[in-house]
């Protein structure tokens, strides 16, 4: 008969042999890479909004669909008891690997557009058949006025991905160009617009702590990828 010693290293080397494989299991699972949006979808037209104040306006509207989102641990958490000591269970806990992408800005080939507000939800795509994260920027009315027809506005948004508890992150930036079309900014006019100079009465009593987002030092100058969109995408200059 086995003393109890060589039967309780027995069951250790079993143990952590077991745990090798699954913690080997669940780290090849995990993604090592942020992961790059691959089916995105936008929408930008005027549409109506509450605001903070409990009215109503109309906004220009940014809605993008599709940029990736990850809160979800990919790991398992491993317990190995030791049965034959008194030492409490063991456990190992992966980090999680989490991120997203933020705010959607719009930028010309003259001007970095900030929204004013953004929301960002859960919903469902009848078409894929899966939800999806969307992203909704809303800007002032009179904030693409000196905009012509067709030219190419670029939206824009850092993701970032990493491991919580290691403290790193990798940064990932998407841009995407569309024209300009001015037949798709229908207003209504049951609504009063949301415009630069309805804002800046609001700003000037806003709620005491309320974060502008408009604000320059809270705008980081985003016009550096609309230059590489524009050289990406028409190399010709066309």
Same mark, same amino acid.
């Given at each position: 008969?086995?003393?109890?010693? +060589?039967?309780?290293?027995?069951?250790?080397?079993?143990?952590?042999?077991?745990?090798?494989?699954?913690?080997?299991?669940?780290?090849?699972?995990?993604?090592?890479? &942020?992961?790059?949006?691959?089916?995105?979808?936008?929408?930008?037209?005027?549409?109506?909004?509450?605001?903070?104040?409990?009215? +109503?306006? =109309?906004?220009?509207?940014? =809605?993008?669909?599709?940029?990736?989102?990850?809160?979800?641990?990919?790991?398992?958490?491993?317990?190995?008891?030791?049965?034959?000591?008194?030492?409490?269970?063991?456990?190992?806990?992966?980090? &999680?690997?989490?991120?997203?992408?933020?705010?959607?800005?719009?930028?010309?080939?003259?001007?970095?557009?900030?929204?004013?507000?953004?929301?960002?939800?859960?919903?469902?795509?009848?078409? +894929?058949?899966?939800?999806?994260? =969307?992203?909704?920027?809303?800007?002032?009315?009179?904030?693409?006025?000196?905009?012509?027809?067709?030219?190419?506005?670029?939206?824009?948004?850092?993701?970032?991905?990493?491991?919580?508890?290691?403290?790193?992150?990798?940064?990932?930036?998407?841009?995407?160009?569309?024209?300009?079309?001015?037949?798709?900014?229908?207003?209504?006019?049951? =609504? &009063?617009?949301?415009?630069?100079?309805?804002?800046?009465?609001?700003?000037?009593?806003?709620?005491?702590?309320?974060?502008? &987002?408009?604000?320059?030092?809270?705008?980081?100058?985003?016009?550096?990828?609309?230059?590489?969109?524009?050289?990406?995408?028409?190399?010709?200059?066309?």
């Amino acid at each position: 008969m086995r003393s109890a010693t +060589s039967h309780f290293l027995s069951r250790l080397r079993t143990g952590m042999y077991g745990l090798l494989i699954l913690l080997s299991v669940s780290l090849s699972a995990q993604p090592n890479a &942020p992961i790059w949006p691959t089916d995105v979808q936008y929408k930008f037209n005027i549409g109506t909004y509450t605001w903070t104040d409990s009215n +109503s306006y =109309q906004f220009m509207v940014l =809605q993008v669909t599709g940029l990736p989102d990850i809160n979800t641990e990919y790991s398992k958490i491993i317990e190995l008891e030791l049965s034959l000591s008194d030492q409490p269970a063991f456990t190992w806990q992966q980090d &999680p690997y989490s991120g997203g992408y933020g705010y959607v800005s719009l930028i010309s080939k003259d001007q970095t557009f900030a929204p004013v507000m953004v929301l960002k939800e859960v919903v469902y795509d009848s078409v +894929s058949g899966f939800h999806q994260i =969307q992203h909704t920027s809303l800007f002032l009315t009179d904030d693409f006025d000196r905009i012509k027809q067709d030219e190419i506005l670029v939206l824009y948004s850092r993701g970032g991905f990493g491991y919580v508890s290691q403290n790193h992150m990798d940064m990932i930036n998407y841009t995407q160009g569309f024209r300009f079309d001015k037949s798709d900014l229908i207003r209504n006019g049951d =609504q &009063p617009l949301a415009d630069n100079k309805w804002y800046a009465a609001w700003i000037a009593q806003a709620p005491p702590g309320y974060w502008d &987002p408009r604000k320059s030092e809270h705008v980081e100058d985003l016009h550096q990828y609309y230059d590489d969109y524009m050289q990406s995408t028409y190399p010709d200059g066309r």
